[in-house]
């Protein structure tokens, strides 16, 4: 309303979706033969209906619904800011006939889902319907004609005051906002009075009731609850607790690929082995053979992709609390396969299962053992075979070694490829529940280091020390005595 005339004043409340006619629309929609969609006809029976009872009681403030010609042509062309000399941008061009209508999503049919899965040739307005966000929207209009008085029902007077928009998730955006407490809205009109117009928008919707509120509440907490129990119903109510002092560990493991072996046709069989203390349910198998997988060239080197999964689970038992867990061991051998049925040991390795939860990738290199001479090759080319190890871990520490010093003299190698494992590793403890309560009596080695992980990396700084510490003995026994004797020094 101009403020110098409260003759102007004009208040509607307008509901969602509700029509409100312009002048405009009024004097388009009477004419019979200007009416050629359905909608128009509609519009036409709507508008003779309201001047049979008196005529309609808005003037200037009136609305475009969701299926109007305005809301689906006519906004397109509206401009960002109110410059004369304004250029669209790039985005601007590109989104411009972009439509997030419900109604404009036709079903596709199965025949041409199977006949069109790739557009090689995409036209323009199918890169703009698709390369988009497609959340249905509805969208709404309130309008005001500010046209001077007694010349109503021009387009080029109509301004938009408020629109209203609702998305397929439900939520519900109003711009401008709600007035509040700001102020009035004004709008100037660049024409021989230069007018300036207010209007205020407020939510006229009606409050909950406490009744209600409560009601709802208790509906949305009945759903959680339902959902709740769903989510409690797929878990299911066996789901174990391990005892104080045991650790369970779950490896989901994947032998990725081996490459660099020198023939072709590779498999790999491996086994986990348990230390001391540490246990497996009866039905786990801690071994496995891949598949025979023919190798593919990838740069300089030949690779076998296997992607072989397994799973293995186990438990650590805490019996003495001034010791420290040792880790399981994966050992494993690579092994070929030719056409004539001539095997061939190609390497040995082996790993320490990760101490760390999460995901691991890790390359492992291999090694095989040799003989001297040309037989043993000739023999390995030829018929197959070559030496093997009779026990797969003495690539470490044989699990049958009792004494204190482990000799390999004699004992020839060549090195040979890699194989690439991916492990993903679980740990479940009470230790990492308990760890939290810092205020209680901490009873175990376990509790001391705050978890297994950190044990793993004590443990292992502990042998890195004894090792640096024996080579500092072996040193010093080996230099000569008058290097280090006291009268040496002194002089």
């Known amino acids: 309303r101009p403020p110098e005339d409260e003759e102007e004043e004009e208040e509607a409340e307008v509901g969602w979706q509700e029509k409100l006619f312009s002048q405009f629309e009024v004097d388009l929609y009477l004419n019979e033969s200007a009416c050629q969609t359905p909608l128009d006809r509609q519009y036409h029976e709507e508008i003779r209906k309201l001047e049979k009872a008196g005529g309609r009681k808005n003037y200037r403030i009136f609305t475009y619904t969701d299926h109007d010609r305005f809301t689906n042509l006519e906004e397109l062309c509206q401009k960002v800011t109110d410059s004369d000399h304004e250029v669209p941008s790039y985005l601007a061009e590109r989104m411009a006939n972009v439509r997030r209508r419900r109604q404009d999503r036709r079903p596709i049919e199965p025949s041409s889902l199977k006949s069109k899965i790739i557009t090689w040739e995409p036209s323009e307005e199918f890169i703009k319907n698709n390369h988009v966000i497609n959340t249905p929207v509805q969208t709404m209009y ?8 007694g010349k109503l029902g021009h387009r080029e007077y109509e301004h938009v005051l408020c629109t209203i928009k609702v998305d397929g998730n439900g939520v519900i955006t109003v711009k ?9 809205y004004r709008i100037e009109l660049d024409g021989e009075k230069r007018e300036v117009w207010e209007y205020t928008i407020e939510n006229a919707s009606a409050q909950v009731q406490p009744e209600e509120e409560e009601r709802e509440q208790r509906m949305f907490r009945d759903l959680y609850g339902r959902h709740r129990d769903y989510l409690n119903g797929l878990v299911g109510s066996e789901f174990e607790m391990p005892l104080p002092g045991t650790l369970r560990l779950f490896v989901n493991g ?9 023939y072709d046709n590779l498999y790999v069989h491996f086994f986990v082995e348990l230390p001391n203390q540490w246990s497996s349910p009866p039905f786990q198998q801690l071994s496995g053979v891949t598949q025979t997988c023919t190798t593919k060239k990838v740069g300089w080197d030949k ?6 999964p397994f799973t293995v689970e186990m438990f650590y038992t805490l019996e003495d609390e001034d010791s420290l867990p040792q880790w399981p061991v994966l050992y494993f051998e690579v092994l070929s396969l030719d056409f004539w049925q001539r095997y061939r040991v190609e390497g040995y390795g082996s790993l320490v299962l990760p101490a760390s939860p999460g995901a691991h990738v890790l390359t492992i290199p291999t090694w095989r053992p040799v003989e001297l001479g040309t037989v043993a090759e000739m023999r390995r080319f030829f018929i197959g075979g070559s030496p093997e190890l009779e026990d797969l871990t003495y690539v470490r520490v044989p699990s049958t070694f009792k004494g204190k010093r482990l000799s390999r003299f004699g004992f020839r190698t060549e090195t040979t490829g890699s194989v690439t494992f991916r492990l993903y590793c679980l740990q479940q403890s009470k230790a990492f529940l308990e760890s939290s309560a810092l205020r209680q009596r901490m009873q175990s080695v376990l509790d001391r280091l705050g978890g297994f992980s950190q044990q793993s990396s004590v443990y292992n700084v502990l042998e890195a020390f004894q090792r640096a510490r024996r080579r500092m003995q072996e040193a010093r026994e080996s230099l000569p005595q008058d290097l280090i004797s006291p009268s040496a020094s002194s002089m």
């Open 142 to 149: 309130i309008m005001g004609d500010l046209g001077p008085y």
């Open 176 to 184: 401008p906002d709600f007035t509040g407490t700001k102020g009035p």
């Open 303 to 308: 690779v076998a992709y296997f992607c072989y």
């Open 254 to 262: 994947e032998i990725v690929s081996a490459q660099g072996y020198e």
